[in-house]
């Protein structure tokens, strides 16, 4: 399509994270043009790692969770609308409520949603949550505040773990179900799962591994329970959906970008690739749904949906778009954290691929460790349980992709090198 031409008018599709901290970079990067910010929310930008904790507890209300801002009044706010269709021809955005929107460059900031119950007449039931928006955590929150005799949860990644260790702050029952054979096997493989859930079990937490729900049950429009492939019947009286997330890409269909449910493809600078695979000059995308070549892991294509990376290619897209002077390509370390009861767990790297995990200090027994992993005798991750001190050491490691298994990692306790065959996660 050619060099875009000096901007009058960017666009930011998404008022979530990345949406802000990419306007912000557009403006601290001297772009001074008409700047505006599109929102299928009717909230400006808050923070969602709160909602499946400090807010399900009650430690902070939902409202109380919205992120502070460096932009002044000189930006147009425009929420509570979706955007339909991107004509990238006449360079127009078609919104929900009829109107449109012109635009000389666009930042791509659309997230992700949380993935629905199968069943649309069973997820509309009373008590039946996801936890994505403001509205689910303050929904979840009162009626874990009317003392359920049994929650249960769907899907044991990390928001399942974090929700299932609130329900046992609260001293709530709780049972965690998923056909995986351990929490969190799909991200840190089955090894380091079976550790951390143990932790969990061993805080009263109801495992239920290597089992599928089939339906949830219900009565007066009230979930009253979910009914296993297996024909057993679980009772519960508030059920959570934590099944993952869809990326919201929906409305770039039709507009000749290369863009799926898996995410909008990108070049290693960030501008988006149309379905030619061209980077498009005037458009690039941030966050959970920009899916892009990562320079440590072989310029293999990957879509984060971390805290830090949004807030770091946020950054890197916004400035971009003003047209300031940037890297040749983004290549930010994935970083992640969970707050799961009491227990603090934080990532480096990409566990995706593994073919080894190495525990090279602490214990798992004592519920503090340091986990490595290795892909074809190279560092590729590392994850700390209550050990995030460590981290940084072994975040270098896996920066430099150095040899696999670390030397000289292990102080305390022999190293341990694991072989690692879990169908989907090797």
């Given at each position: 399509m050619g060099a875009a031409p000096t901007p009058e008018r960017i666009v930011v599709v998404g008022a979530g994270l990345a949406g802000l901290r990419g306007a912000e970079a557009i403006r601290a990067a001297g772009f001074r043009g008409a700047l505006t910010i599109v929102g299928a929310e009717p909230h400006r930008p808050y923070d969602r790692p709160p909602l499946s904790k400090h807010v399900l507890t009650g430690q902070i209300p939902a409202e109380a969770s919205q992120l502070p801002s460096r932009l002044g009044r000189d930006v147009t706010w425009?929420?509570?609308?979706?955007?339909?269709?991107?004509?990238?021809?006449?360079?127009?955005?078609?919104?929900?409520d009829g109107g449109s929107l012109p635009y000389d460059r666009l930042l791509i900031a659309t997230g992700t949603r949380a993935r629905p119950w199968i069943h649309a007449d069973e997820a509309a039931l009373r008590n039946v949550f996801t936890i994505r928006t403001r509205e689910d955590a303050a929904g979840l929150r009162a009626a874990l505040v009317a003392k359920p005799k049994r929650v249960l949860v769907i899907g044991a990644g990390f928001i399942g773990c974090e929700v299932a260790?609130?329900?046992?702050?609260?001293?709530?029952?709780?049972s965690l179900i998923d056909p995986s054979p351990s929490p969190l096997a799909r991200v840190l493989g089955h090894t380091v799962g079976a550790y951390i859930g143990e932790i969990h079990r061993g805080r009263g937490v109801a495992m239920r591994f290597g089992s599928e729900v089939a339906h949830?049950?219900?009565?007066?429009?009230?979930?009253?329970?979910?009914?296993?492939?297996?024909?057993?019947?679980?009772?519960a009286e508030v059920v959570v959906i934590a099944l993952g997330a869809v990326r919201n890409t929906e409305w770039l269909d039709g507009s000749g970008l290369s863009a799926d449910g898996g995410g909008v493809d990108c070049d290693a600078r960030g501008f988006v690739l149309d379905e030619g695979l061209r980077p498009d000059p005037s458009i690039a995308a941030a966050g959970d749904?920009?899916?892009?070549?990562?320079?440590?892991y072989g310029g293999r294509r990957v879509a984060l949906e971390h805290w830090g990376h949004a807030v770091a290619q946020a950054d890197?897209?916004?400035?971009?778009?003003?047209?300031?002077?940037?890297?040749?390509?983004?290549?930010?370390?994935?970083?992640?954290?969970?707050?799961?009861?009491?227990?603090?767990v934080k990532s480096v790297g990409l566990t995706d691929g593994a073919d080894a995990v190495a525990i090279v200090q602490g214990d798992p027994a004592q519920r503090r460790f340091i986990a490595v992993y290795g892909r074809a005798g190279r560092c590729v991750a590392a994850l700390a349980v209550d050990s995030a001190r460590w981290l940084p050491a072994y975040a270098e490691s896996v920066a430099?992709?150095?040899p696999f298994p670390p030397a000289g990692a292990a102080t305390d306790r022999p190293l341990r090198e694991i072989e690692i065959r879990e169908p989907g996660f090797a």
């Open positions: 425009r929420l509570g609308v979706d955007v339909r269709r991107l004509d990238r021809e006449g360079r127009q955005l078609h919104l929900s260790a609130v329900c046992r702050e609260l001293d709530l029952p709780v949830l049950e219900g009565a007066n429009d009230r979930v009253t329970g979910a009914r296993l492939k297996d024909g057993e019947v679980l009772e749904v920009a899916r892009f070549p990562h320079p440590l890197h897209a916004g400035r971009l778009l003003a047209g300031a002077d940037t890297p040749a390509a983004y290549a930010a370390l994935p970083n992640f954290w969970s707050v799961q009861g009491d227990m603090v430099s992709a150095a």
